[in-house]
Nanobody
Framework: VQLQASGGGLAQAGGSLRLSCAVSGRTVSPAAMAWLRQAPGKEREFVATISRSGGSTFYTSSVKGRSTISRDNAKNTVYLQMNSLKPEDTAVYYC??????????????????WGQGTQVTVSS
């Protein structure tokens, strides 16, 4: 299973970015998916998670209302739309896939497959 994250880059505060995560090696539809991020000197944290069906989502409080996680199971792809970006959103963003038996989770231990990360830098 391989996850390829893309869409990061440099943005100004108040701007938007759309991250994509393409999954290969298996279909993404059976499992929960997540976006996490890690800023320098900080621990990796969940940004958003989405259930198998897409019907349930979770957002960390700092991005709630500004970000939307979505999935296209036909394309084996998960997205993270981030709006009203802030400098504190600067981090490496990772997508992760849970095991096939996990339909929805905010437990880091359930996520077995990780992408390589994509850098998001927001300037003030």
């Amino acid at each position: 299973v391989q996850l390829q994250a893309s869409g990061g880059g440099l943005a100004q505060a108040g701007g938007s970015l759309r991250l994509s995560c393409a999954v290969s090696g298996r279909t993404v539809s059976p499992a929960a998916m997540a976006w996490l991020r890690q800023a320098p000197g900080k621990e990796r944290e969940f940004v958003a998670t989405i259930s198998r069906s897409g019907g349930s989502t979770f957002y960390t409080s700092s991005v709630k209302g500004r970000s939307t996680i979505s999935r296209d199971n036909a394309k084996n792809t998960v997205y993270l739309q981030m709006n009203s970006l802030k400098p504190e959103d600067t981090a490496v963003y990772y997508c992760a896939a849970a095991s096939l038996s996990t339909s929805y989770s905010q437990n880091l231990k359930d996520y077995n497959y990780w992408g390589q990360g994509t850098q998001v830098t927001v300037s003030s």
